[in-house]
Nanobody
């Protein structure tokens, strides 16, 4: 399966935590990135990780609360989000890149359908 599949979204109170999962093919895939898109806003990069070395990259706005990790045996990438804020409300997407660990959406080849995260105040 080429298209990644996300899960784990939901409705959470501010201050809570969520762990999102992304099952993605490792064949011809170098890295997995997580993005989010809030209503009326552009899709933005939040975190990424490489399958091989586990190198990570974060947007400055989230690096103290978001943790990305991988389980190669399960072809799964996780995004742990702690101390959730209402402004984290968005659809979260994972996507696969064939080389490097880019931060721009256009550099990612395959995208999941997204999972909704809603944070209530």
């Amino acid at each position: 399966q080429v298209q990644p599949v996300e899960s784990g979204g939901g409705l959470v109170q501010a201050g809570g935590s969520l762990r999102l999962s992304c099952v993605a093919s490792r064949r011809t895939t170098y890295a997995v990135g997580w993005f989010r898109q809030a209503p009326g806003k552009e899709r933005e990069f939040v975190a990424g990780i490489t399958w091989g070395t586990g190198t990570t990259r974060y947007a400055d706005s989230v690096k103290r609360r978001f943790t990305i990790s991988r389980d190669n045996a399960k072809n799964t990438v996780y995004l742990q989000i702690d101390r959730l804020k209402p402004e984290d409300t968005a659809v979260y997407y994972c996507a696969t890149a064939q080389n490097n660990l880019p931060t721009i959406p256009a550099a990612y080849a395959y995208w999941g359908q997204g999972t909704q995260v809603t944070v209530s105040s």
